[in-house]
T-cell receptor
Framework: GAVVSQHPSRVICKSGTSVKIECRSLDFQATTMFWYRQFPKQSLMLMATSNEGSKATYEQGVEKDKFLINHASLTLSTLTVTSAHPEDSSFYIC????????????FGPGTRLTVL | TQLLEQSPQFLSIQEGENLTVYCNSSSVFSSLQWYRQEPGEGPVLLVTVVTGGEVKKLKRLTFQFGDARKDSSLHITAAQPGDTGLYLCGIQGAQKLVFGQGTRLTINP
């Protein structure tokens, strides 16, 4: 149980285009989902926290207009990287916190974004 | 300033050797978690330690939470190439999980 999926696993896009990444909790309801960014050889950096049905809370230094987060249901959150640029290339990972086990986050497998 | 300091940041050893990685802080935590992340994948939770002085074993991995609940260690016995990965410690902060910088471990056959 407690499986989180991400789609796509890899995406390559041209500079200036927008890319949407989906994060789904497959067998549990997630009231809260988190989006992380990870650069090569570095740890995970929290970008934002999204609660179902409300606006996401962004960490300091993360542009909310560039990284649009939508958490429309208890099993799906999406991250849209708008007008992507090469510096946005990174590994994006989501996690989901269950409605019951609120102290545990279950991580997705990540999405590798490459912006040309 | 990093809330959680992990050391070493990089470690490369031969198969069969033992190793210990550390996670330190000046703050006291109610619990601490250890994760392993393999290349191209998300982190996977290994263990949560809660009680000061607690020791948990997971096959060849031994996790210890410091008596003062400010630090933790992960000891691997007879390391194998499958242990290669990024080891992260994390603590549950104000409604979010905070990670250390990670220890990138490579076990050479």
């Amino acid at each position: 149980g407690a499986v989180v999926s991400q789609h796509p696993s890899r995406v390559i896009c041209k500079s200036g285009t927008s890319v949407k990444i989906e994060c789904r909790s497959l067998d549990f309801q997630a009231t809260t989902m988190f989006w992380y960014r990870q650069f090569p050889k570095q740890s995970l950096m929290l970008m934002a926290t999204s609660n179902e049905g409300s606006k996401a809370t962004y960490e300091q230094g993360v542009e909310k207009d560039k990284f649009l987060i939508n958490h429309a249901s208890l099993t799906l959150s999406t991250l849209t990287v708008t007008s992507a640029h090469p510096e946005d290339s990174s590994f994006y990972i989501c996690s989901a916190e269950g409605a019951v086990l609120t102290d545990t986050q279950y991580f997705g497998p990540g999405t590798r974004l490459t912006v040309l | 300033t990093q809330l959680l300091e992990q050391s070493p940041q990089f470690l490369s050893i031969q198969e069969g050797e033992n190793l210990t990685v550390y996670c330190n802080s000046s703050s006291v935590f109610s619990s601490l978690q250890w994760y392993r992340q393999e290349p191209g994948e998300g982190p996977v939770l290994l263990v949560t330690v809660v009680t000061g002085g607690e020791v948990k074993k997971l096959k060849r991995l031994t996790f210890q939470f410091g008596d003062a609940r400010k630090d933790s260690s992960l000891h691997i016995t007879a390391a194998q190439p499958g242990d290669t990965g990024l080891y992260l410690c994390g603590i549950q902060g104000a409604q979010k999980l905070v990670f250390g910088q990670g220890t990138r471990l490579t076990i050479n056959p």
